[in-house]
Structures are given as C-alpha cells and as structure tokens.
C-alpha cells in the first residue's frame, strides 16, 4: 500500500540527495547495504518490459525471456557498485489482519479483472529465478509482511544501510526508516547506478516549516523531531493508496477500521500539514470540528482515528519485537539466508533463501520441517507459499483458464496438506488448518480451496482459528469481510477423487513431461506458461506423488534455451548503425528513366518526413523576424523579461505576510454598521482586543470611526509608504466575490490557523450566498488559481533543484586540471509539464548560473524546429544575451551565425584598404556562405575578434538546430583536447529540448538524436514534457554507456489547464462532450490504468470540469458522503489551489467503485450538437489551432475557399484596396521629393517632419504594408483578412510567418475576456505543434489525419498548446482514447491499424496487377498505401505476404490479373500442389517489388515469416506447403539464410512448431551444407594465396 499524497507532500518541500555509483565503489565502504521490496522491483520489471512495447501478458511466450533479462540486468547493474543487496519478498498477509486484507484484494482485484494484459503466475517465478541466478544478493522470504521484514532489516542494521528502494511510502511513517530512495527514480545500468536518496527526517521537517519556519516560537515548541504518533496521525488523515499489491502492508488494520468508521477528511494534505503544527500530541475533537470544519466529527470517529494512528503505532512496536526475536537462535528470522539449511545446500538447489523464512510466525508449527526446507528452495507459485502460510492468495489469471485448472489446484492444495507434522499426539493428531483463500481474478468468485475439513470440536492454531473458520465458507466472508457492492459468488470446491484422478491423469516422471501432458490434455488451448506454473507447483506440493525438481530442472522448464546473460554487448556508434542501414537494396528496373525509377529508401516516410522541421538555413527574413525592433520591445513587455530579472531562489516555506493592524482594524471598524453586521463580527473577532479597547477609549473609538474606506485603500496603495499584501487582502474582503473568497482561502492557508487571515476567511465564507460559493468552488477549478507571493517571485521547485546540481558539477569541473580529474558526467532529464517553463529556465540557467558563477562554460541551447529557433532568439536579444545561432545549411553544411545586436560600432576606426580591413573582409566572405562547422566557428570567433564584438569572438549560449547541435558535440569531441578551450565537452552545457521530438516519423531525426546523444557533453539536460524516465528508455539514449550521473527531476502536471474533451463525428455533423469516464470501454479498463500509471491518473484530471469534478469530491465513495451535493459547501472543502484540488480528486478517482462509475458515468453522457463544419468549432472569443498534415489547405477551407463567389469578390474588395494604396504611395513619393527641398530650411528651423506609407486594412486590427501585399497571391491576402494563419515546416511566406508570429506573442492576455483578436486561427502541421505556445488559444482541433501519425507523447504535447482553460476536439475516439490513454490504447489502436494496413496493401496489390504496373510504380503504390495508414516502407512485407497468401487461397492462378476475380473470387484450392502453382503465379510476377520491401531490413523478414507462421495455424494448405513457400521467397532473394536459420533455432522445442520446424529441416540443413562448403571453398582460395 502508501500514504495517499505523501510523497508528493514530502518531495515539495525537500531535496533528494543524487548519489552516482561507478563500478565496486561500495564494496569497502560502510553502509553499504541496499534493502529492496521485492513487489516494487517486480512491478518496475513488468513497467519496462511494457515500455519496450512487448505485451505483458502469460499467453506470450516471450514474457518469460523479457522479465528475466530486465529483472538480471537490474540486478546486475546494482551489484556492479559493490553494494550489498537484501531483497525481501512476501509469502502472504500478515497474520491477525487477514478479514481487512480480504476487502482489499476484492477491491484490488476487481480493478485489475478485465485487463488485456496480465504477467499471470509464472511471472514472479521467472523473476525470483533472475534473482537466484544473478547470484550475490541475499533473497529473503518474509513468511507474512515484506514490509514489517524490511523494517527489521533497516532497524537492526541501522547505519549500515545505504538506503531502502521501494515504492511504497508507508515506510515513511516510521522515523528508524531514515533513507528511501523510490526506485522509479533510480538509474541503474552497469557502468553506473543514480540514486536519489531522500532523507525522510528531513522531509517532514521540510513539510513542516512551511507553516512553522525554522527559528519562529511555533518551531520551538514543536521541537526538532516528527515522531511517530505525528507521522501516523499524517498518514491516517490522507489516508491508504490501495491502487497497488503491497499486500504484507504493516497498516492493514489501520486502513480496515479507516474504511469502515471514518468520514472522509476535506483537503487532506490541508488537514494534514495543520495536524503537524497542532500543539499537543493528541489530536481532539475540536481540532476536526473547528480546525477542519467537520462539524458532526464524533467521539466514536475519534476513537477510531486514535485506533487506526494506534495501529501503526503497534506496527512499530512488532518490528522491535522480532528484533529481540531475531537475536535468539531458534527463531533467526531477521537473517534468513545465513541458516544452516541454504549453507549446506548442494548446487542444484535454491540456495538462496532458507527453510527458515516460513518457521516465523507459526507457520512451522504445522508444516514437516523437511517439507518447509525443499519448499523454500523451490521457485513456486505465490499461492502455494501463501497456502503454506495459512494465508490469502490469489491466482491472477483469466477465468476460462482457471476453470481448467481448478482440480489441479485442488490437488497441490490437498498434497500440500498431506506434508502437516504432528509435533505430539502421532500421525493422527495433526494440527487443523481451516482453509486457504482464492480469490479468482473473474470479479464474482471468492473461491476457498479447503486444506483439510475441519474436524468436529477441532480447532486450529490460536493465530489463524478465527480466521480460518471465518474464511472457509465463501457466504461468510461475502457477509462479513467483504462490502456489500462487492458481494461474491460461492465456487464449490472440487471433490478429493476429481482433484486426485486430474493429477494422476498429468503427472509424469519429470516436470517438464507433466507440463506437456497438462498442456495436451487441454488441447493446446491453456496457455503454455500456466501449464509451466501448475506443473511445478504439482511436483513442489508432491501431488500424486511427484518427485520435487531440481532447481537446473525448473530453471530450464521456465526459461528454455534461456543461457545466463554475460555481459551487455558494446553499444554502437550511430555513424555504424547509419552504414548498416544504408546498404538496403532497391529493386532493379529495366528503364532508367527518372519517371520510373523506383522510390530510395530515404523516402520510405515520404510524407511524413517532409512535416518533420528539426531545422534548416536561417534566411534574411528569418533574421529579420528575430531582431526586429517591434519584435524585440515587445517580448521584453512580456512577463518573462520582468520576471528573468527579479525572480529569487525557491524556498519550501509558504511566504506569509502581516497585516497593517491599524488599517486593517479601521477598514473592518469604519464599517461595522453595514454589511448586515459582517464588519462588525470581523473587527471584534479577528482583533478582539483592539475591540475591547473601542469601549474603553472614546478617543480611540472616535478615532477609528472616522476612518473611511476609500483613504485606507489609498494609502495602502501607494508605491512609498503602501502595503500591498493588506490592501489586496482588503480588496478580496470588499469584493466577497468567488476571486476575493478563493484568494483569502490562499492568505489563510499560508498566515495558519488563529491568524486574522483565517478568522477572516471563514467568516467572509460563512457569509456568504451559497450560489456565490458555488461559483467559488466552480473558479477554484481555473487554471488561475494559484498561490502568488507578494513581493518578488520565486522559481520552481525544480528550476532550484537543476541550477544547485549543475552549479555543484561545474564547480567540480573547475577544479578539475584534467581529464582524468574530471567528475562523472552529469546527465538530467528534466521532465515538467508543457508551459512550465523550459525556454525560460535556459535562458535563466545562463543569466542566473552561468554568467556569473561559470562564465567559461557555453550553454547550447538545441531546438526541435526553426520556429522554436526564432522564438529562443527573440528571448535573447530582450535579454541582451552574447549569442549566435547554427543551423544546417546543407550537406555537412552549416551556417554559424552572429546576430546584429553583439556587434559594435568600435570597429569604425579601421582603415579602409588596411591589412585588418582585408582580413575582415576576407573573413566574412567565409561566414557569409556555408562549410564545415568546425570552419565556422573559427571563422566567427575571428570575425568577433577583428570587430570587436561583445563577448570578443566567445558566445555565451548558441542556439543551434539538432543537426548543428550533433556536429559541434562531434567536433567538440574529436577536436578539442584542452580543458581551457571554451568548445572543450567539459565546457559546454548542452539544453537539449524535446529531444523526443519527430523520432518516431523520421528516421533521419532518430539518427540526429543518436549521434547528439553519442557525443553528449559532461552536462546534458534533457527538457521534454513526455520523456519517458532513464530507466525506460533505450539504451542509445545513454550514448556511449559509459558512467555518468543520470537523474530525473519532475514536476507533477497537477496544474494543467482544463481541457474538455469532445468527439467531432464529421459524418452525422456533430460535436459530442466526452467526461474522461468515456474514455473506457469499462470500469476493468479505467481501474486498471489508473491503478499501473501514476502519471496517467494525474493527467485524467485535466479532463473534468468544474461541475464534475465537484460533483466527485460531493459524493465519492465514501459512506459518510451524502447522495447528491447540497447546495454552498464547507469552508475547509474549498482549495486555494489547482494543485490541491486535483490531488483530491485524485484520492476520490481511485476510490470509485464500479457502481458509482456507471451512475457517473451515464450522468456525465454529454448531449451532442450540431457541427456541420471547422469553423463552426472554432472559438468565438480566443485563438483556435488546428493540427493537420496540409495546414495551408485546410487554412485555406477554413477561410471558406470553397465558396468560390464570395471569395472573388473578397479579391476584388483587397485588389481595389491595394490599387489605393499604391495611389497613395505615389503621391506620398511626390510628397517626399518635394518635401526635401524644404527640410533644409526647417533644419535650420529646428523642425522636423516624418512621413509614412499607406496600409491594407485587412481586417479590424489588422493592416499590412502595400510592399507586404505583393509578396503573397490573393488567396493568402483573403485568408488572413478572415483571421486565419497557418505554419508548416517549409514554404510559408514571410508575411504569414509575421502575422502568424504577432498572434503567438502579441495577444493581450485580457483581450480573450473582450474581443476576438485579428488573427484567431492558426492551423498548423506537426512540427509547429512543438513550437506554438499562445496564451490566447482556448481551443484546439486536431484532424484525423495527422492524428493517426502521432504517438502518445505527441498528443500530449497537442493537448499541452491549452495554455488556459479551453476545449480539445478530435475528429475520432480512437485518437482521442490514443492521447489521452497511451499504451492502455496503444495495443488496440496498432491491432485495427494493422488490419487497415493489410487491406490497404492488398488493395493496392489488386490494383497494381490488373494495371501490369512496373516495379517502381508498384512499389510507389505500396509506399503511398502504407503512408496512408501512418506506416513505413519496413511494415510492408508482412501484409504483402499475407495478401498473396490470402489471393492464392482464393484466387485461380489463371485469374491473377482478373481484377472482379481477384476482389470477389473465392475458389478453394483442390489440393496443395494447385496452391503453390497460384502463389508461385504471384511471385513470379513481382520478384523484385517483394524483394525490396523483404531486404530493407531484417525484421521486415522476421515479421513476415512470423506472419506466415501465423496464418499455418489458420489455413492447411500454407502449413502443409510451409517448406516450399519458405524456398520461394528464398530463390528471389526474399528471406535471408540467417532469417531462415534463426527461425528454425527458436522453433525447436516449442510443440506449437514441432510441425513447421519438421517440414523445414531438410531445407535448413541443405542450407547450412552450402554454408559449409562456401566456408571450405574460402579456405582453399586462402591456402592457394
């Protein structure tokens, strides 16, 4: 389990402490020993091989090979350090808290019950065997709590331990657990391993002083320390986070008695933080009834939050008890692995984990001690291990595979039981075990596998007898553990004669033949990895009389030709990669005419590519849209010039402010007589002595009395001699509007309770209409709402955190005098929300750092587009910065850039004709073109020299586009030696930004990445939104894999704006709103993600608005919440924050149950309207973007193009326009010569006179120059006079690029709450999605057709262009469930993606046959096919294969270019020999359009054999002729001899291919004959030479 929220609440306010460790460091060090929760690391396991893209799931075989290569290679990559690794795995529930576990595993597994992916049981076998055979770690077995186990560990050992790695955050509770590190923050590779340890203490003391600062009185009564109690009352407050299997939890019981008698708590972090102030220990009635505003707080519910703090308190208390046990030598339950049973072990044993883990808490008591000893050296089941430990268990897997195997069960559970001891009274009087539990993973069925029937008057072991008697019949556990929406159904146990003859009729003499015969016996329909777990568990319990297997036995059943890893092979440079992938073949054509010749494989993504703009040559306009004057002034109004200059170091103490107490009196006092007695309930109960005084100084009274509101306000007001916190603050009391209330909300939480801040705001709420406080409730939802401090601004807590690590690294940089000296490299992913801010913390990592702490160091800055280029550049001219820019100018061309405003005029005294005046000409005629990078930089450097800019020749930052970027690191590293060079790597800071960007869509990008990546300087930042963690990324993202400090630093998307999503159904013309419930096919689907993905959860919550959301947080889940939400609320209800609003909702969003999620569900059904077309979608008072692949096509159709009349006459109305402005031109030139003659005269007049050109008024607002007009056609000219501007990677004209720009920086932020802007469309293609950041847009549209292109991490960035509240539109579920779900929709999405990709292939290879095309323009018909369905030239060999079988099946070979015969004719074939006649008539009329597509890569061939494998399972004739298709394809040079091989490799030993491998091996030894005798021959030419 977890605290709910606590991590989040002890991050904010603290620092982890990176630690990077390189090979054996730890290995002589103290405190060296890493405890591991074995649940934590499984589930990290099972995350990364889903992010890998392999499916997670028992019916796959490769599960098994996934899992254990993950889980070795992290093991591995910890023991590389030279830690020490204890890693403690669960049994079952602790003992005693079982009736509370048993709801929660109902609760658990119901969510996870209709999941499309699930490991199944032989998945934590396949990891426990990772984790024997990585050898070096000590396993221990916990027989009922993992956690209570760790927490031994950690207390007895104390110092000793590095840290714990987990995820579970109820560890935090217990002061002893002094250091965690949460493994999705570390990095872990085998050169080097990134922790980031936090200190725990420290944390809550962090937490804490933000409402009590260090060195204020509350701090010093408080005292130094959070103890215990404090920390338990924390967690009872914010209560369990049950969305994960943290099944041996020590909070069982607290989270039982919390569920059952607890009301819900508002705000609990609120609740919470003022829990940690509280002045004494315990925490009374009056604290929830006055403090949190829970006014029918009872004692009985303070009883029973006393007892759930008591539980954890008990938890505690345990640990120090197994303590002293562990000391004693019978019980050695604390140090498991060093017993005499895994010591004396033979080598074909479980030797890591010894027979005594399941002697702890009783379970020996009623186990023969020589079965406990081969149990716990076998690798089984969990079940079994919870069976053995009289405990809960479930199978995870689905129900019509259990109800195959539930007899074999039965049989294990009933020969486990024959292995009872009698300690006493003989073989007769063995100890009574009631039952087991099962729960099946099918949401009705609680199964209880009986272990022995009770005996009558028998009882059983004082620990388990209520338990046992309670949990043997399911009806009983339904009516007394489980709640009553949950009720389960009763599966009568099978018979002890089935449950004996169904073991009987499967075991063989070894395990592996008992798994072949469970697997014939179910007809090849279970699948085979729970055949491998039932078999195991039949021979481990001894059912019928099963010989144990041996540990070699079971590793091979497992894991077949599965060898123990070596060492991970080098990794390989992107400039051999780029080779390899070059020498991919093109088909061959007889004419070489350029029309025909077929398409290179640099354009297998033509199309998509093309949309992909990671940078290009910086043109005379581009530069002029940098610097430009207008440009320039503008961005330093905008806020981040002002902020840049007076933001300060973040500080995890709320900035609290007190109030002018005169004034603040007077305003409340002056007034006392209106208001309906509110002023006067204010003077006398926030300042109740200054009231009292009233009475008894009539001078005083008279005094204040005449005070009047308006001079107050005044003299707050003023610059000098003003307070602005207490004018604002009385601004909100005046106002008692939703703003004033949610902002004097915000003053309370910082001043505290007992503050006037806090008496005020309750008693402005408990004033207020409740229609005002519904709409307060409803503003609290805006994205607007957040804390701002008074005075200047602060950073991020993650802006502090990245400036303090890269200032730490490149002091030691510093210091370093070589490079052997130099420190590990730093390399961070800086992952924040889109709009957080990453363009501002580069710019501000240089001002604030680097300028003046490390001004040899140069920031480069790398940017995903040119537009995001330009926009950077425009940052820093407002910022004066010393810049220049590199760009690709061409083929291993580029161009270095210095900008105008770093030049200076000190140049002037150059003589003309001088030698430096020939140098310089001569260097600027170099700069002026384009060359090798490294040619560039010299030749800038000398012209700064020679013309003295600022900055002498040294930019400060260069802002390069990704293919500059990959060049100079590569010329960094090539050519620089000298730790004093400023283009030294070690010199050079690297802000890489969005590096994710385009990778999936081009090729050509995923090689720039690499490369940029292989050559990474020492410090590297890493700045995207959608980034995945270190640990989930490929390897190449690591470069060379050497050691470095990898870390992560986030900040949680909690304060996203609103985003309501809506379905634009184009053929029923309708617009339809969708609440994120919606987005799930079911209750299953939408409790499994927000159960496996924290940040998908988090993301959700965007999605709802308002009136949902609060609905939510009225009445969840909870049975103390009434019905239906009355109307105004509870003061304490009300956030001051997105922040916290969305971390409630959180809470309550887990806690649905499927009953409520349906009733919201249906209520939330958004009632469609009608949406015929775009712009009827489009916003009426903000900016729309719309996304697309043909931005300026659809620009134009939005601008109504295809109402030909009317656009004409909008030509008409702009040429007339422009004929008088060119009129007035002319005469204005007139104007001006005549003019000149008489300016000399007022010249000498001191008079002046400034003339202008005529404009184009296109619209209200916006006029363009008659010289700008002519640049662009008509069409454009109507376009943007009816507000719509597009941007795409290329062709754009430069007067769109300017108004398109001005929209993106010059939109007012008030405007959008009055009017319309000029320009309130922007349509846009994939690359400018990256680069279009408008505060005005509120709605975004995105069309199918880019829509399908895109991966997760692409919409998200989509969905991020919301910089307010707004409305997000798809024109398709699919993509919106694809945004918003990721990989939950991903699996889906690819299976109907391939489906349509085979059709379009195979309608295209119709086409292409009846029309006789040649191979080029066959293989364009294909490339334009695939493009279609958002695939590449490599997908195509598997559905073209697949599409020839499928003819041939069905198609009569004479009919091959009949196209009604191809489309329709389904003539079977009459025998197997007429099928291969029809395929060969296929192929032998397209060898070379199949061979082009089968060798642009190997696993083009893998899929498509794969694919043909597939479909021998589903057509006779393809498996019958399997060898001879394999032939065909290998005579035309299709299938490689290696593919061939390696296919019939892998198929030996699986019985599904026993069949194909058969038909094929007389093939496959021909071809390793001929590879014999080709080796033979070289040998013999070597011998001759």
Known sequence: ???????????????????????????????????????????????????????????????????????????????????????????????????SHVATFVRRRRRHAERTSIPGPSASMVFTQALVDARGCRLLRASHSAPRLLMGLYRKMGSAVFALLTADTVFCVFPFVERICFISDASVDVSSCTFQVWDVNGSWIGWRERLAPEGSEMAKVLGPRIETLRRAQVAVLMGTDDTRDFCGAPDGEAERLAQEDLPTIPSPALAAALSLVHPDDELDLAFFQKTLGIKDFSEEQLKTFNSCVEAYLEAGKRVDQDIAASNAEAARQMDLASSSESAEAPKDTYESVSASAFNACGVGGWLDPAFVTRLARSIVPECVLAWASVGLSSMDIRPVDLDKIRPLLQAAASALMANRQAPSGGEDDKVAVGAAGLYEADVARLAFLPLVAPKAGAEAPAAASEVARRRFRAETAADDLVSAEMAVADTPPVSEEDATAAAAAVVRATVAETCDAIFEQSGGKLPRNIAVAIAVMLHVCGAADASPPGASETRALLLPDTPLPGPPPPPVSPSEDESAESSAPAPEEESASEDSAAPKKKSMLKGYSDAVDVGSTLTTQDWLDIDHRDVVARTKMGPSYKIMNE????????????????????????????????????????????????????????????????????????????????????????????????????????????????????????????????????????????FTPFGKPTRYKHQEHLLDMMDTHLTEIEHARNEEKLPLPLHVILSTPTGSGKTFTAIMTHIHLLKGNHPNVVLIYSVPTK???????????????????????????????????????????????????????????????????????????????????????????????????????????????????????????????????????????????????????????????????????????????????????????????????????????????????????????????????????????????????????????????????????????????????????????????SKRFDQLREKWTGRPRPAATLREMCSKSGVTMIATVDSRGTAMQLAGMENEEKWNESIHRLKARMREADRLNKLSEKEEKRRAKDEEEEAKQGLSVEGGKA?????????????????????????????????????????????????????????????????????????????????????????????????????????????????????????????????????????????????????????????????????????????????????VAEPLLLSMLNLSLRVPHGSMKDGDALRNANVECANDKEFLVRFKTLLTAMPKVVKYFFTLHLMSQKAALDGMVRHCFKHAPVASTFAHLVKFLYDVDALDEDVILAWHGSAEGKKELEGLATKLKAFVEWLQEEEDDDDDDDDDEDDEE
């Not at 040649?1414 to 294909?1422: G, I, M, Q, T």
């Open 1 to 99: 389990m977890g605290i709910q929220g606590l991590r989040s609440q002890l991050e904010r306010h603290s620092k982890p402490r990176v630690v990077t460790l390189c090979a054996r460091e730890m290995t002589s060090q103290a405190g060296n020993i890493l405890l591991i929760d074995a649940t934590a690391l499984f589930d990290l396991v099972v995350a990364r091989v889903a992010s890998r893209g392999a499916p997670v799931d028992y019916r796959t075989e490769e599960l098994h090979s996934a899992i254990y290569l993950e889980t070795f290679r992290y093991i591995q990559g910890l023991q590389s350090t030279g830690l020490k690794l204890y890693i403690v795995m669960d049994s079952c529930v602790e003992s005693g808290v079982e009736p």
């Open 647 to 786: 933001i300060q170091p973040w500080s995890s103490s709320v900035v609290s402010y007190e109030l002018r107490e005169k004034e603040t009196f007077g305003f409340f006092y002056s007034q006392r007589d209106s208001g309906g007695g509110l002023y006067k309930k204010l003077a006398k109960q926030c300042y109740p002595e200054m009231y009292e005084k009233m009475s008894e100084d009539k001078k005083l009274k008279k005094e204040f009395s005449n005070m009047k509101k308006e001079e107050i306000l005044d003299v707050l007001s003023r610059p000098k001699g003003g307070h602005v916190p207490t004018f604002r603050f009385l601004e909100a009391i005046s106002s008692g509007g939703p703003n004033g209330l949610l902002k004097l909300r915000r003053d309370a939480v910082a001043a505290g309770p007992d503050s006037v801040q806090w008496t005020a705001a309750r008693l402005m709420w408990n004033n207020a209409s409740d229609s005002t406080k519904d709409s307060t409730f409803e503003m609290s939802y805006s994205c607007f709402n957040k």
């Open 1255 to 1435: 404009q184009i008024a296109l619209s209200t607002g916006l006029s363009i120059s008659a010289e700008e007009a002519e640049t662009v056609d008509d069409n454009t000219l109507v376009m943007l006079s009816r507000g719509v501007t597009y941007s795409r990677a290329e062709g754009e004209e430069g007067l769109v690029k300017r108004l398109f720009q001005q929209t993106l920086l010059h939109v007012p932020e008030k405007a959008m709450f009055k009017k319309q802007p000029p320009i309130h469309t922007l349509v846009v293609d994939y690359s400018s999605i990256y680069g279009t950041d408008c505060q005005g847009v509120d709605v975004i549209i995105l069309l199918d057709d880019l829509g399908r292109l895109l991966t997760y991490e692409d919409h998200l960035q989509f969905l991020g262009r919301l910089r307010r509240d707004g409305t997000a539109i798809y024109t398709s579920l699919r993509n919106l469930r694809a945004a918003t779900l990721g990989a939950l929709a991903a699996s889906e999405a690819e299976a109907k993606e391939k489906q349509m990709l085979y059709e379009a292939v195979e309608s295209s290879l119709i086409d292409s046959l009846v029309d006789g095309r040649p191979p080029a323009k066959f293989v364009e018909s294909l490339l334009i096919s695939a493009k279609a369905e958002g695939r590449g030239a490599r997908d």
């Open 867 to 1153: 537009n995001v280029l330009k926009r950077v550049g425009q940052e820093c001219e407002a910022q004066n910065l010393v810049y220049w820019t590199a760009s690709k100018a061409g083929n291993k061309k580029f161009q270095v850039r210095r900008p105008y405003s770093i030049r200076t005029k000190r140049n002037r005294d150059i003589k003309e004709g001088s030698e430096a005046a020939e140098l310089i000409k001569s260097l600027e005629k170099g700069s002026m073109g384009s060359g090798p990078l490294g040619e560039q930089l010299h030749l800038a450097k000398r012209l700064g020299e020679e013309l003295m800019d600022r900055g002498n020749g040294q930019p400060d930052v260069i802002v390069a586009d990704v293919h500059a970027t990959a060049e100079l690191l590569a010329y960094s590293r090539a050519e620089i030696d000298s730790l004093g060079d400023r283009f030294h790597r070690s010199n050079l800071l690297l802000y890489y930004d969005e590096p994710n960007m385009g990778i999936h869509l081009d090729d050509r990008t995923l090689l720039v990445c690499k490369k940029i990546m292989w050559d990474a300087p020492h410090t590297t930042v890493l700045a995207s939104a959608t980034i995945e963690p270190w640990g989930k990324l490929p390897n190449w993202w690591k470069g060379r894999c050497e050691p470095a400090q990898r870390c992560v630093i986030t900040q949680e998307p909690y304060d996203l704006p609103t985003s309501k999503l809506h379905v634009w159904d184009q053929e029923a013309k309708t617009v339809t709103p969708l609440s994120p419930l919606h987005l799930f096919k079911s209750f299953g689907e939408f409790s499994n993600a927000i159960a496996c993905d924290e940040r998908l959860r988090i993301l959700l919550l965007r999605h709802l608005t308002s009136q949902q959301g609060t609905e939510l947080l009225s009445s969840g889940s909870s049975k103390a919440k009434a019905a239906k939400k009355e109307k105004g609320g509870d003061w304490m209800a009300l956030h001051g924050e997105l922040k916290s609003v969305r971390e409630a909702l959180e809470s309550e969003i887990t806690e649905l149950s």
